[in-house]
């Protein structure tokens, strides 16, 4: 089975606020486009990924993702994550609608392809199902089998949301870099002990992080 991955991307201006300790208004727009090109990459890299769909209205992402071979879908309904995943999700069933999807984190830049595809291989037989996030609140996966919705509710404490909602939460150890997400700078050192890829590496490397 090959799935499709829709990765949601919010304008670089505005991305990663929760960064702010660790990296100025000036870096973070960069360290966000790296996190999404090191998540593309190592997602296109991924044997069980046919394609990865980037949703996003930021000029500059869209094209430096192209450029590594992502689909760019613009955020047309442009009403938050939920609703991005959700149109995105609706353009790739209107092309494929048995097509298995996932929705990915577009901040995982220490994502390891073959982790990925474990992920993705247990996924497979549940209707919907999600992978929690490092800090077991959030959700960084959440996957939906040929001609099942989606419905996503990523936002604080997803874990939960998804759960309620029927998604089967997958109790899986050893795939760390699928559920290291960045938002704090505890979560960047952490993702940096794993190993980043290298534009996050680069781009980290201009930062002052205490224990790095």
Same mark, same amino acid.
């Given at each position: 089975m090959q799935w499709t +991955?829709?990765?949601? @991307?919010?304008?670089?201006a505005?991305?990663?606020s929760r960064l702010a300790d660790t990296a100025g208004d000036g870096v973070r727009p960069g360290l966000a486009l790296a996190f999404a090109q090191d998540t593309v990459a190592a997602a296109l890299a991924c044997d069980a990924v046919g394609d990865v769909v980037v949703v996003t209205n930021d000029a @500059?992402?869209?094209?430096? +993702?192209a450029a590594l071979g992502a689909r760019i879908v613009p955020d047309t309904?442009?009403?938050? +994550?939920?609703?991005?995943l959700a149109h995105a999700t609706a353009v790739v069933r209107a092309e494929r609608p048995r097509t298995p999807v996932a929705a990915l984190n577009a901040d995982l830049p220490a994502l390891r392809p073959l982790e990925l595809a474990r992920v993705l291989d247990t996924a497979a037989p549940f209707p919907r199902a999600f992978l929690p996030d490092a800090a077991e609140i959030g959700t960084t996966l959440l996957s939906a089998g040929a001609g099942q919705e989606l419905q996503p509710a990523f936002g604080a404490r997803s874990r939960a949301r998804h759960r309620a909602s029927g998604a089967v939460e997958l109790p899986l150890d050893r795939v760390d870099s699928v559920r290291q997400d960045v938002d704090t700078g505890d979560d960047l050192r952490a993702a940096l002990s794993l190993g980043v890829g290298p534009r996050t590496a680069a781009a980290a490397a201009r930062l002052l992080i205490p224990g790095q």
């Open positions: +991955l829709v990765i949601p @991307l919010k304008p670089l505005r991305a990663k @500059l992402a869209g094209r430096e +993702l309904p442009s009403a938050g +994550l939920n609703a991005a």
